[in-house]
């Protein structure tokens, strides 16, 4: 039989539900493979085994007496730092957030209690979810399972991270310009960004909230449609949740690439990494011999996506981090002077280098006289984007990019140089300015073994039709990837 800790989510859900596998026996072995590998993935900010076992626990005590809360009752999943649970540290890699401890649990949390999942709280993640690659948490860098010299992409880091490594077959993250995507494609597994709307935000420590969508990974797409059934509708806490129809899993389903429109980019317009570019092709070639129609797209606004991404993300986190003041959350220095002081050091000793850049870019752009010029303008081109993606639509089923132009870089080497690495967002940001889903599919590894990634996006709310094309595409054998056994 194969080892418990490299079953598939699909996998493990079977085995629980015809009783050939505890809960305990699922999170005793994950745990004891975090104890020999996350010295060296770092993925967990903390972990407390009992809390998780006394879950385990309970679950197969439910499963016994013939009362599971679901057939999900006993699941493992992992959550970033950044999704309150009730009694939890929820500290968004962050030193100001250091102690607080949540008071309440996040919609999603909630949704997931009631179907009996079993929580491994607190995955490391870039602070208050700004970066691309784990290195601006206050704690520590995450490390890709595929080679611990890199990262495993940003900033839901941890959270696919955990995953690669098969210390968890699920986890939460979120996604504001590509935080779950971008680390999906660099860790070789699914990581899917819903609708806006489609989520629920209630409970995410909010980093810029006309963008963020909390979203999941796994390491089959069975994971990633069953965890959006499951955190997908309309919540009253979070008047941004749409009245649409609930997704189903049920309604995906593979399909014939015969005669469908496939909407694709002209890499030669891009810098892409050779390998990356090179598996794109291979992918678009072997769906054009399944009988699908490529049709190039103009992504010429895609030079804007960048800028308007970073305009309006700090301009919305320069306002909803302003609540962090040293008073009302979270650390605070005393000092003997005046009100403003007690802010200001607070502020100052609580949030990270990254963090008070885009404070202060934000701040700027915001401020009188420059509003027009530049918050004001990048709201007008964000509607350009949000059109273009509607046109795109009127002509194709769906749009294959490659995730990240590269796979994953070292640890360090886009450090010194912020623009460099806010680049690595090229092809994810645009998707969340235009509100419309996305997945990352593994796609394979390049000639050094590390993973690339395949991006699909299709309209607002057309999620079973987005997971039926990935679903279709995982079946491909370019797309195969195992994930490390080993973790060195
Ligand atoms: N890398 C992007 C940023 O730093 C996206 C982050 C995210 O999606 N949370 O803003």
Redesign the pocket.
């Known amino acids: 039989m194969k080892e418990i800790i490299f079953l598939t989510y699909s996998e493990i859900k079977k085995k629980l539900n015809d009783g050939s596998l505890t809960s305990q026996e699922l999170v005793s072995a994950y745990l004891e493979r975090i104890k020999s590998s996350d010295s060296k993935v770092k993925a967990f900010l903390n972990l407390n085994a009992d809390k998780i076992l006394t879950q385990a626990k309970e679950s197969d005590e439910r499963r016994k007496t013939g009362k599971p809360f679901s057939e999900f009752d006993g699941i493992p999943i992992g959550i970033k730092d950044n999704i309150c649970i009730r009694g939890e540290i929820t500290s968004c890699s962050s030193k100001i957030l250091e102690n607080f401890e949540s008071p309440y649990d996040a919609t999603v949390i909630t949704k997931l209690k009631e179907k009996g999942f079993v929580f491994f709280p607190r995955l490391n993640m870039?602070e208050f979810?700004?970066?691309?690659s784990t290195e601006n948490s206050a704690f520590q860098t995450s490390k890709n399972p595929f080679d611990t010299d890199r990262i495993p992409g940003?900033?839901s880091g941890g959270s696919a991270a955990a995953v690669a490594a098969s210390m968890l077959p699920i986890s939460l993250g979120?996604?504001?310009?590509?935080?779950i995507r971008?680390p999906a494609s660099l860790c070789g597994i699914w990581g899917l960004k819903p609708t806006y709307g489609r989520v629920s935000r209630y409970g995410l420590v909010a980093?810029a909230s006309s963008l963020d969508q909390i979203g999941p990974f796994s390491n089959d797409m069975e994971g990633i449609s069953d965890l959006l059934e499951i955190l997908s509708g309309l919540d009253t806490k979070d008047q941004t949740t749409a009245k649409v129809d609930h997704f189903d899993s049920k309604s995906v389903s593979t399909i014939d690439w015969k005669g469908k429109k496939i909407g694709i980019m002209k890499t030669e317009d891009f810098n892409f990494s050779p390998d990356v570019n090179a598996r794109y092709l291979e992918i678009l070639k072997s769906l054009e011999e399944k009988g699908a129609e490529l049709v190039a797209l103009d992504f010429s606004l895609l030079k804007y996506a960048i800028p308007v991404y970073y305009l309006i993300?700090t301009a919305e986190c320069s306002s909803n981090l302003s609540r962090f003041d040293g008073i009302r959350y979270g650390l605070r220095k005393e000092t003997s002077g005046k009100l403003d002081d007690l802010y200001s050091e607070s502020r100052s000793a609580g949030f990270g280098k990254e963090v008070k850049r885009r404070i202060l870019l934000g701040t700027f752009s915001l401020s009188s006289g420059y509003y027009d010029a530049y918050y004001g303008k990048a709201q007008k081109a964000r509607v350009l984007i949000r059109k273009q993606y509607a046109d795109f639509f009127k002509s194709v089923d769906v749009i294959l990019q490659p995730t990240s132009p590269t796979t994953a870089f070292k640890v360090g080497e886009k450090t010194k140089d912020p623009i460099q690495m806010?680049q690595?967002?090229i092809l994810t940001?645009s998707v969340n300015l235009a509100g419309v889903p996305a997945i990352s599919c593994p796609a394979g590894v390049d000639q050094n073994g590390l993973p690339i990634g395949i991006q699909l996006t299709t309209s607002h709310f057309d999620e079973v039709k987005l997971l039926s094309y990935a679903y279709s595409l995982s079946k491909l054998d370019l797309c195969k990837i195992t994930l490390p056994k080993e973790i060195k």
């Open positions: 870039d979810a700004m970066g691309s940003g900033s979120s996604d504001t310009g590509g935080s971008q980093y993300a806010y690595a967002d940001t």
